[in-house]
């Protein structure tokens, strides 16, 4: 899928990305101050935020150009 990205568009989904990845460390963050901890929930949670951040390593290789030393 991002193989055939140009960089305007992984720039736009780095932002998407980044977003989520906010989105979820709040909710995450919610969920355990609400005192009604469902942790199978925040575990799902925990594990998407990680295939995010994941992404995002990924896409940010691809913005930086390969330096042969």
Do not use: N, W
């Amino acid at each position: 899928m991002a193989a055939a990205l140009g960089t305007h568009e992984i720039e736009l989904r780095l932002g998407s990305l980044r977003e989520e990845h906010r989105d979820l460390d709040a909710a995450i963050l919610a969920l355990l101050g609400s005192g009604s901890i469902d942790q199978l929930q925040v575990a799902r949670m925990k594990r998407r935020k990680l295939r995010i951040k994941d992404e995002i390593q990924l896409l940010e290789s691809r913005l930086v150009p390969d330096i042969i030393a």
